[in-house]
Every structure is written in structure tokens, then in C-alpha cells.
């Protein structure tokens, strides 16, 4: 039921925003105005507040909303694919650090085998 309703909301949403959308708002706000306009101050408030800013705005947030998400999404692709890239570098750099570290730890053997054998060579 949920993936229903959550298919029908983003089926409305994305009829909302496209342009179309927003000529027929704007047609069903400013036509009536040939036939009949309000008369006095309150009704142009009306008019202007409850038909134009509900239906015009409705589709400008929702277009403006849609070009939102689409760069918000690319920006995020591209800062994925950079810290991928920074991730496989560091991946690279410990490996080697790894390599050097065990490379060291040889040396360090080998120094420590070659001063007891001097040591006891001495000793005798």
C-alpha cells in the first residue's frame, strides 16, 4: 500500500513541476480576469492571494524544487567520485606505508640478530 501511495505522490509531483504545468495555472488564474475582475481592494486580495499564489507559486516551487534536486544530485555525484578517488589513493599509500613498516621491521631483526652475534663474539 505504501509503494501505492508513494507512486501516486511522486507521479503528482513530477506533473506539478514540469512547465506545461505552470501555463495551465496560469491560465486558469488570469483568464476568469477577461470575463469578471473583482471590484473592490479585498476582492483583488483574495483574487491575488487564494487563485494566483496558490496556483502559480505551487508550480514555480515545485519546478525550481525538481532543478533543486538535480543539482543537489550532480554535486553529490561529484564529491562521491572525488572521495573515491581520494579513498583508492590512501588505500595505495597504506599498502605502501604497510610494505615500509614490514621492510623495517627486517632491517631492525637483521640489526638486532648481527649486535647479539657481535656481542657474544665479543664476549668470548
Known amino acids: 500500500m505504501n509503494k501505492l501511495t508513494d ?25 476568469p480576469l477577461l470575463f469578471q475582475h473583482p471590484a473592490d481592494i479585498l476582492g483583488w486580495d483574495q483574487y491575488i492571494s487564494q487563485t494566483v499564489i496558490q496556483l502559480v507559486a505551487l508550480s514555480v516551487l515545485a519546478i525550481v524544487s525538481r ?9 553529490i555525484l ?11 589513493m590512501m588505500q595505495e599509500e597504506l599498502s605502501l606505508a604497510r610494505e615500509e613498516r614490514d621492510e623495517l621491521k627486517q632491517i631492525m631483526a637483521d640489526i638486532h640478530k648481527n649486535t647479539k652475534e657481535g656481542c657474544s663474539i665479543e664476549t668470548r
Open 67 to 75: 532543478k533543486e534536486g538535480a543539482t543537489q544530485q550532480k554535486l
Open 7 to 31: 507512486r501516486i505522490m511522486d507521479v503528482i509531483a513530477d506533473s506539478l513541476s514540469t512547465k506545461i504545468c505552470f501555463i495551465i495555472f496560469c491560465a486558469i488564474a488570469f483568464v
Open 78 to 88: 561529484e564529491i562521491h567520485g572525488w572521495s573515491q578517488a581520494q579513498f583508492g
